[in-house]
């Protein structure tokens, strides 16, 4: 089993809707989960990080935590076609940091 | 303030050359991490650092690949000899101490062995 799975998409949704990543993790001694951004061609760029049980929200994008179930999401909010990246889900604990193969998101207009 | 620096940013050699890349994190990051990202993969952890001790090299092909960070601030990742399936790109990454804490990405070296 991967420590961090992610579906690898690609997740087509129309400009203008909510797109909703998800990401399961296996070790329970995970303490934070981020969400970060790349660009074909680029680095993983940083977009919100979570480590309370619940949602937290940044502008158009929101993470939510569920510890019991191990599992985290993003939700973007009014999908512009800029959004179209690969979406890497990372778990951290004391040790390490893992990351998911990501999930290719298309935004199409 | 500046960010993760590597180099070089590409890197073409032969089956079994040998290849040397370099980080130099952003100043006062304790941690610092090397990733490889096959196409069309998330990165995977080949070794991470605190300071100038190693927390974690599990999936790093010790035959062939090594890395060191003298004094805490500079690590290098040699990979000798390569092999195709190197071809990738290596990450760098580094962050101040602490799980709640996120890692910054240089820019990264493509290596293609071929």
């Known amino acids: 089993q991967k420590e961090v799975e992610q579906n690898s998409g690609p997740l087509s949704v129309p400009e203008g809707a909510i797109a909703s990543l998800n990401c399961t993790y296996s070790?329970?001694?995970?303490?934070?989960f981020f969400w970060y951004r790349q660009y074909s061609g680029k680095s993983p760029e940083l977009i919100m990080f979570?480590?309370?049980?619940g949602d937290k929200e940044d502008g158009r994008f929101t993470a939510q935590l569920n510890k019991a179930s191990q599992y985290v999401s993003l939700l973007i909010r009014d999908s512009q076609p800029s959004d179209s990246a690969t979406y890497l889900c990372?778990?951290?604990?004391?040790?390490?940091?893992?990351f998911g193969t990501g999930t290719r998101l298309q935004v199409f207009p | 303030e500046a960010g993760v620096a590597q180099s070089p940013r590409y890197k073409i050699i032969e089956k079994r050359q040998s290849v040397a890349f370099w980080c130099n994190p952003i100043s006062g990051h304790a941690t610092l991490y090397w990733y490889q990202q096959i196409l069309g993969q998330g990165p995977k952890l080949l070794i991470q650092?605190?300071?100038?001790?190693?927390?974690?090299d599990s999936q790093l092909p010790k035959d062939r690949f090594s890395a060191e960070r003298l004094k805490g601030v500079d690590s290098t990742l040699k990979i000798q000899p390569a092999k195709l399936e190197d071809s990738a790109v290596y990450l760098c990454?580094?962050?101040?101490?602490?799980?709640?804490?996120?890692?910054?990405f240089g820019q990264g070296t493509r290596l293609t062995v071929v």
């Open positions: 650092f605190q300071n100038n001790g190693v927390v974690d």
């Open positions: 979570i480590y309370s049980n």
């Open positions: 070790d329970r001694g995970s303490q934070s």
């Open positions: 990372a778990a951290h604990n004391t040790d390490k940091l893992i």
């Open positions: 990454a580094s962050s101040s101490q602490g799980p709640n804490t996120e890692a910054f």
